[in-house]
């Protein structure tokens, strides 16, 4: 049914993806991965893998520290002890596995919560274990009473013997017949070094010799029948755990049918993280499966380090491709990329190609690639082609994908050609799909007259004599011996001689396809570069309308900020208003009326919405066209436009050149403009504390000012600045000895009005002035 995977490399893929499991059950999992043409099962690991994706991407627990549960469950079952070490691995696979339940949740991971809160979690082995064992896998004294009497007594005669050994080797007595002052072990008994020629003049047992015979190793015969003691105590310890571990092991025994489904929930949890990982290793996919079209897009094979993308599309009307070109030139690549890629896709993979990359369900895929010649079954390179295409020609059918290579290969060209175009003519009549690569011009021939096979060649370079490794649909390619041969040093006269002995309609129609392929290339060489620029054009286009939106928003809130300051400004002077109004009242006859209108007439006046509060749709004016002189919208300043691109506009304003949105300008007549450049007077604190909705200049002059007044001309300033939506302003503070500038910059770094600042440039005014820009531009 998969004939072809031993030959696309099946192995080498199952490998790579075990390298991406955590535990050896997954591992496992991975290695026996299959495809599979039933749908429904593929839709379920579709659905498996993109909740594992999410998982992944949120971060949560793996099965890592998870250990196989069926080698101890099987142990258990012959009436086996497990050992310590086993009991704390499976601790620790319980222990994920409740971590994995808890943090499955239902709603967002539905696949993986029905796996994992499945059956009863056994609580009471787990707890055991835990009650049992230390985190080193030591029996904890508290796992039964009798195992903790027997430690305590244990220690109690070691701290004995301690007491006894240290008065040894600390008194007078024996110092003279010790080799040396400390206390050893051998064969499970404590001893001391004693002098080869005092041997007989201690009490005690001689345990064994040094090499040199120098010294003897005795124990004491004080210290004899409490070690003897202590002996006892450690078996029966012996006994009692054991005892403990063969209560365990029957917990284990009993709750066999519960650890078996925790091992397989853990192997298939650990086998679709794998393969999630493996997928976002290669920037794959989920392709589209079922149908009858095959359509890969930008496919990569999974183990080449740097390939060359293929896109080819086979369907139920055209259900051949034929590939040719130069030795060498990728042609058994692409074969292999295409029927790797589709193995994946039934496998249940995410796959190394583009999205919307679509597979059929494929029920076999047969393949006949390489040069499998056996010498032990006498079969030469023809006869190991047909080998594996007769059984190819008997099953194939229309849930087929057949792959071959150099069909036809490995006899007389005539005869092989002619076979050939048999068997391809074959496999489409019985509805299955082939790719299949040639050097054989009659078939490059067959996709001109029959609309079921299509040509694609792998493309190669003429000015270089190298492949590109690019397959490229549509067209038939040449195998460019003749220019191989040149290149790899044949003599010229004898490739000039087998040029002239072809076959003058063999060479004309070579000639042709080269030239038609040259063309071609050039052609999707030069759509590329148009396609390239038409993107950057659109990312340019996207950037521009980005930025406007971004400067309609930003002064949409500026007015908004302005507004509701000029509110407050007029409920405020409404009020003042008010108060006047009552001392006018006690006028008498004519000159209160005249006093009253006179007031009335200033607050109609100041209810007005200063034109640069005003929406932008309000202002009415046609947009500037290049030479205009503009200005921006509450701003004296005059200056002409230079250039507009789209809807930014450059704009000249004496030795400033900015770029402003087309919407931040106003069209100004000669009359305005002459009234605009007249003289200026200094800025003054009382000049700023005239009402903030007047329009303002983008210079401050603070020369001549003290520290002091200057900073308070300053503060006044940035208000009617921000309140006009100024998006910078100049401060000339001029040069002297710095005070003033260092001032103002000082003031500027602190001030949350003031989004950056630097110094003048050369054209500005130079250190003599500080540029504040109130808003983020670039």
Same mark, same amino acid.
């Given at each position: 049914?998969?004939?072809?995977?031993?030959?696309?490399?099946?192995?080498?893929?199952?490998?790579?993806?075990?390298?991406?499991?955590?535990?050896?059950?997954?591992?496992?999992?991975?290695?026996?991965?299959?495809?599979?043409?039933?749908?429904?099962?593929?839709?379920?690991?579709?659905?498996?893998?993109?909740?594992?994706?999410?998982?992944?991407?949120?971060?949560?627990?793996?099965?890592?520290?998870?250990?196989?549960?069926?080698?101890?469950?099987?142990?258990?079952?012959?009436?086996?002890?497990?050992?310590?070490?086993?009991?704390?691995?499976?601790?620790?696979?319980?222990?994920?596995?409740?971590?994995?339940?808890?943090?499955?949740?239902?709603?967002?991971?539905?696949?993986?919560?029905?796996?994992?809160?499945?059956?009863?979690?056994?609580?009471?082995?787990?707890?055991?274990?835990?009650?049992?064992?230390?985190?080193?896998?030591?029996?904890?004294?508290?796992?039964?009473?009798?195992?903790?009497?027997?430690?305590?007594?244990?220690?109690?005669?070691?701290?004995?013997?301690?007491?006894?050994?240290?008065?040894?080797?600390?008194?007078?007595?024996?110092?003279?017949?010790?080799?040396?002052?400390?206390?050893?072990?051998?064969?499970?008994?404590?001893?001391?070094?004693?002098?080869?020629?005092?041997?007989?003049?201690?009490?005690?047992?001689?345990?064994?010799?040094?090499?040199?015979?120098?010294?003897?190793?005795?124990?004491?015969?004080?210290?004899?029948?409490?070690?003897?003691?202590?002996?006892?105590?450690?078996?029966?310890?012996?006994?009692?755990?054991?005892?403990?571990?063969?209560?365990?092991?029957?917990?284990?025994?009993?709750?066999?049918?519960?650890?078996?489904?925790?091992?397989?929930?853990?192997?298939?949890?650990?086998?679709?993280?794998?393969?999630?990982?493996?997928?976002?290793?290669?920037?794959?996919?989920?392709?589209?499966?079922?149908?009858?079209?095959?359509?890969?897009?930008?496919?990569?094979?999974?183990?080449?380090?740097?390939?060359?993308?293929?896109?080819?599309?086979?369907?139920?009307?055209?259900?051949?491709?034929?590939?040719?070109?130069?030795?060498?030139?990728?042609?058994?690549?692409?074969?292999?990329?295409?029927?790797?890629?589709?193995?994946?896709?039934?496998?249940?993979?995410?796959?190394?190609?583009?999205?919307?990359?679509?597979?059929?369900?494929?029920?076999?895929?047969?393949?006949?690639?390489?040069?499998?010649?056996?010498?032990?079954?006498?079969?030469?390179?023809?006869?190991?082609?047909?080998?594996?295409?007769?059984?190819?020609?008997?099953?194939?059918?229309?849930?087929?994908?057949?792959?071959?290579?150099?069909?036809?290969?490995?006899?007389?060209?005539?005869?092989?050609?002619?076979?050939?175009?048999?068997?391809?003519?074959?496999?489409?009549?019985?509805?299955?799909?082939?790719?299949?690569?040639?050097?054989?011009?009659?078939?490059?021939?067959?996709?001109?007259?029959?609309?079921?096979?299509?040509?694609?060649?792998?493309?190669?370079?003429?000015?270089?004599?190298?492949?590109?490794?690019?397959?490229?649909?549509?067209?038939?390619?040449?195998?460019?011996?003749?220019?191989?041969?040149?290149?790899?040093?044949?003599?010229?006269?004898?490739?000039?001689?087998?040029?002239?002995?072809?076959?003058?309609?063999?060479?004309?129609?070579?000639?042709?396809?080269?030239?038609?392929?040259?063309?071609?290339?050039?052609?999707?060489?030069?759509?590329?570069?148009?396609?390239?620029?038409?993107?950057?054009?659109?990312?340019?286009?996207?950037?521009?309308?980005?930025?406007?939106?971004?400067?309609?928003?930003?002064?949409?809130?500026?007015? =908004?900020?302005?507004? !509701?300051?000029?509110?407050? +400004? &007029? @409920? /405020?002077?409404? %009020?003042?208003? #008010?108060? $006047?109004?009552?001392?006018?009242?006690?006028?008498?006859?004519?000159?209160?009326?005249?006093?009253?209108?006179?007031?009335?007439?200033?607050?109609?006046?100041?209810?007005?919405?200063?034109?640069?509060?005003?929406?932008?749709?309000?202002?009415?004016?046609?947009?500037?066209?290049?030479?205009?002189?503009?200005?921006?919208?509450?701003?004296?300043?005059?200056?002409?436009?230079?250039?507009?691109?789209?809807?930014?506009?450059?704009?000249?304003?004496? =030795?400033?050149?900015? !770029?402003?949105?087309?919407? +931040? &300008? @106003? /069209?100004?007549? %000669?009359?305005? #403009?002459? $009234?605009?450049?007249?003289?200026?007077?200094?800025?003054?604190?009382?000049?700023?504390?005239?009402?903030?909705?007047?329009?303002?200049?983008?210079?401050?002059?603070?020369?001549?000012?003290?520290?002091?007044?200057?900073?308070?001309?300053?503060?006044?300033?940035?208000?009617?600045?921000?309140?006009?939506?100024?998006?910078?302003?100049?401060?000339?503070?001029?040069?002297?000895?710095?005070?003033?500038?260092?001032?103002?910059?000082?003031?500027?770094?602190?001030?949350?009005?003031?989004?950056?600042?630097?110094?003048?440039?050369?054209?500005?005014?130079?250190?003599?002035?500080?540029?504040?820009?109130?808003?983020?531009?670039?």
């Amino acid at each position: 049914m998969w004939d072809a995977l031993p030959i696309l490399g099946w192995e080498k893929i199952a490998q790579s993806l075990a390298g991406y499991a955590e535990t050896e059950m997954g591992r496992e999992d991975c290695l026996i991965i299959q495809p599979d043409s039933d749908a429904q099962a593929l839709e379920q690991a579709h659905a498996t893998l993109k909740e594992c994706l999410a998982w992944l991407e949120s971060g949560l627990g793996t099965a890592s520290g998870a250990v196989p549960l069926l080698g101890l469950i099987e142990r258990a079952g012959r009436d086996g002890i497990l050992a310590a070490s086993e009991f704390l691995a499976l601790g620790r696979t319980l222990e994920v596995h409740r971590v994995l339940g808890n943090q499955a949740d239902p709603e967002r991971y539905p696949l993986i919560s029905a796996r994992f809160r499945s059956g009863v979690w056994p609580r009471t082995l787990a707890d055991a274990i835990a009650h049992t064992f230390d985190p080193d896998g030591l029996v904890r004294d508290q796992a039964s009473p009798v195992l903790s009497d027997l430690r305590r007594q244990i220690r109690h005669g070691e701290r004995e013997i301690d007491q006894i050994f240290d008065r040894i080797v600390k008194s007078g007595e024996w110092s003279k017949y010790l080799q040396e002052g400390l206390v050893t072990v051998r064969y499970g008994r404590r001893v001391v070094p004693v002098k080869h020629e005092f041997r007989n003049s201690v009490a005690g047992i001689i345990h064994d010799q040094s090499g040199s015979g120098q010294t003897v190793f005795v124990e004491p015969l004080s210290v004899v029948e409490r070690q003897n003691h202590l002996t006892t105590l450690r078996q029966d310890e012996a006994r009692e755990i054991e005892r403990i571990l063969t209560e365990l092991t029957r917990l284990v025994k009993n709750v066999e049918d519960t650890l078996k489904a925790i091992h397989h929930h853990l192997k298939w949890f650990d086998g679709y993280l794998a393969r999630s990982r493996y997928g976002l290793s290669l920037k794959g996919c989920l392709p589209l499966l079922g149908g009858t079209r095959l359509d890969l897009k930008v496919a990569r094979h999974p183990l080449l380090l740097h390939p060359v993308p293929l896109s080819l599309t086979l369907s139920a009307t055209s259900l051949a491709l034929i590939i040719t070109g130069p030795n060498t030139g990728g042609k058994t690549v692409a074969l292999k990329t295409a029927g790797v890629v589709v193995c994946m896709a039934l496998s249940g993979l995410m796959v190394p190609a583009g999205e919307g990359s679509a597979i059929p369900l494929y029920h076999r895929i047969m393949a006949d690639i390489g040069d499998e010649q056996s010498l032990e079954q006498n079969l030469s390179t023809f006869s190991s082609h047909v080998a594996r295409l007769v059984p190819m020609m008997a099953s194939a059918g229309p849930k087929t994908l057949c792959l071959i290579d150099e069909i036809g290969a490995g006899t007389d060209p005539d005869e092989g050609a002619a076979l050939a175009e048999v068997m391809v003519d074959y496999l489409v009549d019985q509805g299955a799909h082939l790719i299949a690569s040639t050097h054989y011009s009659r078939l490059k021939l067959m996709a001109l007259s029959n609309p079921r096979i299509q040509n694609a060649l792998m493309e190669f370079n003429r000015e270089t004599l190298s492949p590109t490794y690019r397959l490229v649909m549509g067209s038939p390619g040449s195998s460019y011996a003749f220019n191989i041969a040149r290149q790899l040093g044949l003599p010229a006269d004898m490739v000039d001689r087998a040029q002239s002995i072809m076959d003058p309609a063999v060479l004309t129609l070579t000639d042709a396809i080269e030239t038609i392929n040259h063309f071609k290339q050039e052609l999707d060489r030069r759509e590329e570069q148009i396609n390239a620029q038409a993107t950057d054009l659109k990312k340019r286009l996207q950037d521009l309308e980005d930025k406007e939106a971004k400067w309609a928003a930003r002064e949409e809130r500026e007015r =908004a900020r302005g507004v !509701k300051a000029w509110q407050g +400004e &007029l @409920e /405020r002077m409404r %009020e003042k208003f #008010e108060a $006047a109004l009552a001392l006018v009242r006690t006028e008498e006859g004519r000159e209160r009326a005249r006093a009253v209108e006179q007031l009335r007439a200033q607050y109609r006046g100041l209810a007005n919405l200063p034109e640069n509060l005003a929406p932008r749709s309000a202002k009415g004016t046609a947009a500037p066209s290049v030479g205009d002189h503009v200005r921006v919208f509450g701003f004296d300043d005059v200056g002409t436009v230079t250039e507009i691109i789209g809807r930014t506009a450059t704009v000249d304003m004496g =030795a400033i050149r900015m !770029k402003l949105a087309l919407d +931040e &300008l @106003e /069209r100004v007549d %000669e009359i305005q #403009e002459k $009234a605009s450049l007249s003289p200026k007077r200094r800025r003054t604190g009382g000049d700023l504390g005239q009402e903030k909705s007047r329009t303002i200049g983008v210079e401050l002059d603070l020369r001549g000012m003290t520290q002091d007044e200057a900073l308070e001309v300053l503060d006044k300033y940035l208000d009617d600045a921000v309140l006009a939506s100024a998006p910078f302003v100049r401060i000339i503070h001029g040069k002297g000895t710095g005070v003033l500038r260092r001032a103002v910059s000082q003031a500027l770094r602190g001030d949350p009005r003031v989004f950056r600042y630097r110094l003048g440039d050369a054209g500005e005014g130079g250190d003599g002035v500080t540029v504040a820009h109130l808003e983020e531009s670039d």
